[in-house]
């Protein structure tokens, strides 16, 4: 029974027990008289009846406000003070009972205060005690976090149902760059913990060369490996090899696959290179073969005619020589033509310049002792180098520059050149002659102690690049400069940024091993696939002609919050922003000018939050601003929507307000970026979090529960 049934019912209880035991003495004071007692009683009684009934009208609604009072004070404030203390058990510690009522509930807010100060204290001793024998665990684990984010080759780890439970950053890179127009916008969206595989890879492909790699377990095979080749949405073309992961309960029990390690590989610009190099033996097979076939005539008739008239004999040794010029030309051209394909290559990498010539900085300072300064870099130019060998050429110049001209100080410089980048050693000092040059650049190379087979030509050879000299007569320096290849724009992610410190620890959850797609299932539990979201607006008004104009949303996976798997994209609305709307959430029409239309942004927000549980703050005003749209940009949002103000509701129904700002500070979670779409998604994904296991406590563990117990109250009647 609850609280205002319990309150209605002890009305109820009040206005019996003040007219009942009246009403019945009456009945049978007037049951036991004579008839003539009977019209005196009425005589009597009757012209003081209104007085009576004001009297006892009086009296009940004193006894009403007494009631009112002590229901206040005693049944809602131990109510209240209940939802504090599941405060305080499961979603914040530091929450303490404020000691407000009367005395006795006053002193049993006290002794709760007191209780959770030494539970407080116990719990630090325990969290101190499992810290320290977690260490070594966590250690192991950011070892591996920290490996797999620095692989050069791009590393996804998937469940059996191709969902994503471990990526690095350079299949993030790689796979943002297969991104096309939407999902492009969504920074990548194609890639995140939980997400499925399958809307990057074909899925009959997987699935082929898991049944492979099955067959090859059952047969025992000491490595049971697939390779496949498949083509991306962009029509790259990827190569993969999946390795499956495997586990086993007990020593008894056979091992059997638990997920599988893809590695994948762009492959197209190698294989756009062998096509040019088929190409190259094609042109020589073709354009050599009638030339030949005339030279073998001409020759045998020579040999078949030794007495053949003097004329006759020029004229075929004229067809040999024109024969031998045009496969001449031939060569000559197809080397033009051809000549990118036919340098043989080392496997390069991508390289940021500025890390490479970092590395080349400290390694000069340690072994020479030369100073060494940058001037003019593009901190954001990528080159394709092999950084060892690239390295090791900078120091054995910079090695004879102090050796022969003894240098007093070594300057890098950094630029772009179309699809080169131009790498400059500078120096000041002395001239040096072209003889000089050529000697070392065709020498082994050697650094002290350290040398290489290979002189300073055959890394630019290999490089595909160009090295020469060159002087700055005006301000009396010199300078080699490299020439090398830059990274394609496609190989990168457009204004991607990776901050291994900050999203190395985002990168896995091993717990999704567990998972099975439920992607229609309400009876899932709350936490496993949740998109946090919010929007901010021109107005209130979104029937009346109000905009969104900007869209910012975190995803949520097994628990936790994945700050760098966000969408916050700005949105043009079309339209004059309002000031006191600006005063608010700093959005100024500068801002959103030239942004993306409302048409370009939802499909990228849609495909960010697909398959996932929408979760917003008074959800009802976003998903009817959401809902405007659906004709213009033909996107519906079909999924299940929370609303963590309707489930404030159910947990606090006798708190006096459910404002983003308040629950907040109940549930001790910081508010930062207020009022900004992706700040505000971010501390309604920390709030939906810390509520999860306040509706535990009362039974609300799945998806179906949770939307049940939002509809029932007073807030879900709200529209828009």
């Given at each position: 029974m609850n609280a205002r049934i319990r309150f209605i019912v002890s009305v109820i209880v009040l206005g019996m027990l003040m007219t009942g035991p009246f009403l019945i003495t009456a009945v049978l004071i007037w049951a036991d008289a004579q008839p003539a007692e009977q019209t005196l009683l009425i005589q009597l009684i009757a012209p003081h009846l209104s007085l009576g009934a004001l009297m006892t009208t009086f009296g009940f609604i004193v006894g009403l406000l007494v009631i009112r009072y002590l229901f206040r004070q005693y049944v809602q404030g131990l109510l209240k003070m209940a939802e504090s203390l599941r405060l305080m058990l499961s979603a914040n510690r530091n929450f303490r009972v404020t000691p407000e009522g009367p005395?006795?509930?006053?002193?049993?807010?006290?002794?709760?205060?007191?209780?959770?100060?030494?539970?407080d204290g116990l719990m630090d001793d325990v969290d101190a005690q499992i810290a320290a024998a977690k260490s070594s665990v966590e250690e192991e684990k950011n070892r591996l976090a920290a490996l797999m984010s620095e692989l050069a080759q791009a590393?996804?780890?998937?469940?059996?149902?191709?969902?994503?439970?471990?990526?690095?950053?350079?299949?993030?890179?790689?796979?943002?760059?297969?991104?096309?127009a939407g999902t492009a916008l969504a920074s990548g969206a194609l890639i995140g913990l939980g997400r499925s595989i399958f809307s990057i890879l074909e899925r009959n492909q997987i699935d082929h060369a898991l049944e492979v790699v099955r067959q090859r377990l059952h047969k025992g095979a000491a490595a049971a490996i697939a390779n496949f080749i498949t083509t991306a949405r962009g029509g790259q073309l990827l190569r993969v090899q999946l390795v499956p992961v495997l586990s086993s309960r007990d020593e008894s029990q056979q091992r059997e696959m638990s997920g599988y390690v893809l590695t994948v590989e762009n492959i197209t610009r190698s294989l756009e290179q062998e096509s040019r190099r088929d190409q190259v033996l094609q042109s020589l097979t073709d354009g050599s073969r009638g030339c030949l076939a005339n030279i073998r005539v001409a020759v045998g008739n020579l040999m078949d005619y030794p007495d053949m008239e003097l004329e006759i004999r020029?004229?075929?040794?004229?067809?040999?020589?024109?024969?031998?010029?045009?496969?001449?030309?031939?060569?000559?051209?197809?080397?033009?033509?051809?000549?990118?394909?036919?340098?043989?290559?080392?496997?390069?990498?991508?390289?940021?310049?500025?890390?490479?010539?970092?590395?080349?900085?400290?390694?000069?300072?340690?072994?020479?002792?030369?100073?060494?300064?940058?001037?003019?870099?593009?901190?954001?130019?990528?080159?394709?180098?092999?950084?060892?060998?690239?390295?090791?050429?900078?120091?054995?110049?910079?090695?004879?520059?102090?050796?022969?001209?003894?240098?007093?100080?070594?300057?890098?410089?950094?630029?772009?050149?179309?699809?080169?980048?131009?790498?400059?050693?500078?120096?000041?000092?002395?001239?040096?002659?072209?003889?000089?040059?050529?000697?070392?650049?065709?020498?082994?190379?050697?650094?002290?102690?350290?040398?290489?087979?290979?002189?300073?030509?055959?890394?630019?050879?290999?490089?595909?690049?160009?090295?020469?000299?060159?002087?700055?007569?005006?301000?009396?320096?010199?300078?080699?400069?490299?020439?090398?290849?830059?990274?394609?724009?496609?190989?990168?992610?457009?204004?991607?940024?990776?901050?291994?410190?900050?999203?190395?620890?985002?990168?896995?959850?091993?717990?999704?091993?567990?998972?099975?797609?439920?992607?229609?299932?309400?009876?899932?539990?709350?936490?496993?696939l949740v998109t946090v979201f919010d929007t901010e607006t021109t107005g209130l008004e979104p029937a009346a002609g109000d905009e969104i104009i900007q869209i910012g949303a975190l995803r949520i996976v097994n628990g936790r919050l994945l700050r760098n798997e966000n969408f916050n994209q700005l949105v043009d609305p079309e339209r004059f922003l309002r000031p006191e709307g600006t005063r608010i959430h700093g959005i100024t029409d500068d801002m959103v000018r030239g942004q993306p239309h409302i048409d370009v942004v939802l499909p990228a927000f849609h495909d960010f939050c697909s398959d996932t549980v929408l979760v917003a703050h008074n959800a009802a005003f976003d998903m009817r601003f959401l809902q405007m749209k659906e004709e213009r940009t033909g996107v519906a949002f079909s999924q299940p929507v929370l609303d963590t103000l309707l489930l404030s509701g159910v947990l606090h129904a006798n708190q006096d307000s459910h404002q983003l700002d308040c629950i907040a500070e109940r549930l001790g979670v910081s508010v930062t970026g207020r009022h900004s779409a992706l700040g505000d998604a971010c501390t309604t994904g920390e709030v939906f979090l810390k509520m999860l296991p306040l509706l535990a406590q009362i039974g609300i563990v799945t998806l179906r529960q949770a939307l049940e117990a939002s509809e029932k109250t007073y807030f879900a009647r709200v529209k828009y």
């Open positions: 005395p006795e509930v006053q002193l049993l807010a006290q002794a709760t205060n007191d209780l959770a100060q030494q539970r590393v996804v780890v998937c469940n059996r149902d191709g969902r994503i439970l471990l990526y690095n950053s350079r299949a993030r890179l790689q796979f943002s760059g297969l991104a096309q020029e004229r075929f040794v004229s067809i040999i020589s024109d024969e031998v010029v045009r496969m001449s030309q031939r060569l000559d051209q197809t080397m033009t033509e051809f000549a990118d394909s036919l340098k043989t290559r080392w496997p390069l990498e991508d390289v940021l310049g500025i890390d490479l010539i970092a590395a080349a900085q400290r390694r000069i300072e340690a072994r020479l002792k030369l100073p060494s300064k940058m001037e003019e870099i593009d901190e954001g130019l990528w080159l394709r180098a092999e950084s060892f060998s690239l390295v090791f050429s900078i120091c054995f110049l910079a090695s004879r520059l102090v050796d022969h001209y003894q240098i007093k100080e070594l300057r890098f410089r950094l630029l772009p050149f179309g699809k080169l980048a131009y790498l400059d050693l500078i120096w000041a000092g002395h001239a040096m002659s072209s003889e000089t040059f050529y000697t070392w650049e065709t020498d082994a190379m050697q650094v002290g102690n350290e040398s290489s087979p290979l002189s300073l030509r055959d890394v630019i050879d290999r490089h595909g690049g160009e090295i020469w000299y060159d002087r700055e007569k005006a301000a009396h320096r010199a300078f080699f400069r490299f020439v090398l290849p830059v990274v394609p724009p496609e190989n990168m992610a457009v204004g991607e940024s990776v901050d291994v410190g900050d999203v190395r620890p985002e990168y896995y959850d091993f717990d999704l091993f567990h998972f099975r797609d439920q992607s229609a299932d309400l009876d899932r539990p709350l936490s496993d």
